[in-house]
């Protein structure tokens, strides 16, 4: 069966971190650019941060950049995300997916594979 699965989530206090792993089953990513994206209650899903396949590349959003990284082991088939210094804001379901288009890409639309999620709660 092919899947992601997420996981790392949880709840932490303001300024804490948190580092989420995106596992892939029945699958090598070696093929594809990893993205990670979140959805907080009421909003739309948005971009956080990409990767491409070698791991030589990588973009984020600006709501996110200097807190967090993303980073990728192809030979244990998982994409991290490492956050700092999180927020209230942060607290959203964070997903992981893949897309065979070249460079980095930040649109939801260009992700063909998606994982289940993790909640990530940021409160005190």
Known sequence: QLQFVES???????????RLSCVASGFSLDYYHIGWFRQAPGKEREFLAA???????????DSVKGRFTISRDNAKNTVYLQMNSLKPEDTAVYYCASSMWD???RAQYQYHF???GTQVTVSS
């Not at 790392?8 to 948190?18: D, F, I, R």
């Open 8 to 18: 790392g989530g949880g709840l932490v206090q303001p300024g804490g971190s948190l």
């Open 51 to 61: 990767i491409n396949r070698d791991g030589g590349s990588t973009g984020y959003a």
């Open 103 to 105: 460079g980095i890409r």
């Open 114 to 116: 998606w994982g289940q």
